[in-house]
């Protein structure tokens, strides 16, 4: 800390503030950095199991196509919503939260509609270690979507009672990353799972 003296007046320079993060999005880029790690596990595991042989090969379900564009598109109006909570267009938030969570809904419905697919192709969740994985990865991220459907509902009724405008933007913040990152995720998982079907 330097000083300087100019007549009878002392100038202090103010020390530096430390960088610091809302300790909610600090909690939060921790439990993504771990959900991210546990993926990367499984997977890991796919592929060291995939070469020890004994492992049955079949075609993805088509509905997991249709879902990873209806994930895509959700990502879409979830940053909608957010740019428009920033210009306190509380009007269009409702509408893009609204719509993010139907899609959201929509999204969990085509993948247990691709397990059906997959039972009726005779892919068990019990059997072959191919579909144990498959099942294990999509169900998971799909534990993970309906995390994300509750949080998108709490920052809903927020929108409703005026709590989410360009003044307080932590939640939907928090909210859109959240939601982003299982987007990515399962991008991730839908292009792991076609190269190493």
């Known amino acids: 800390m330097e000083t300087s003296t100019t007549g009878d007046f002392k100038i202090v320079e103010e020390p530096s503030k430390p960088l610091a993060m809302e300790p909610r999005k600090f909690g939060m880029w921790l439990f993504m950095g771990s959900v991210f790690m546990l993926f990367a596990a499984l997977t890991s595991a796919y592929i060291v199991r995939e070469a020890e042989g004994n492992w049955v090969y079949f075609e993805m379900p088509r509905l997991f196509t249709i879902s990873t564009v209806?994930?895509?598109?959700?990502?879409?109006?979830?940053?909608?919503?957010?740019?428009?909570?920033?210009?306190?267009?509380?009007?269009?938030?409702?509408?893009?939260?609204?719509?993010?969570?139907?899609?959201?809904?929509?999204?969990?419905?085509?993948q247990?509609?691709?397990?059906?697919?997959?039972?009726?192709?005779?892919?068990?969740?019990?059997?072959?270690?191919?579909?144990?994985?498959?099942?294990?990865?999509?169900?998971?991220?799909?534990?993970?979507?309906?995390?994300?459907?509750?949080?998108?509902?709490?920052?809903?009724?927020?929108?409703?009672?005026?709590?989410?405008?360009?003044?307080?933007?932590?939640s939907i913040e928090m909210c859109t990353t959240y939601w982003h990152f299982l987007g990515g995720l399962w991008l991730y998982l839908f292009v792991f799972l076609l190269l190493y079907r």
Request: net charge positive.
């Open 70 to 110: 209806v994930i895509l598109v959700s990502s879409i109006t979830m940053q909608w919503a957010y740019w428009s909570a920033k210009k306190d267009n509380l009007s269009n938030v409702k509408v893009m939260m609204t719509i993010t969570t139907v899609l959201g809904f929509a999204f969990l419905v085509l």
């Open 112 to 170: 247990w509609l691709g397990w059906v697919q997959l039972v009726a192709e005779k892919i068990y969740f019990v059997g072959n270690p191919s579909g144990s994985f498959l099942y294990v990865l999509t169900g998971v991220h799909a534990l993970h979507i309906i995390s994300a459907i509750v949080f998108l509902l709490i920052v809903l009724v927020a929108t409703y009672r005026y709590k989410v405008h360009s003044k307080s933007m932590v």
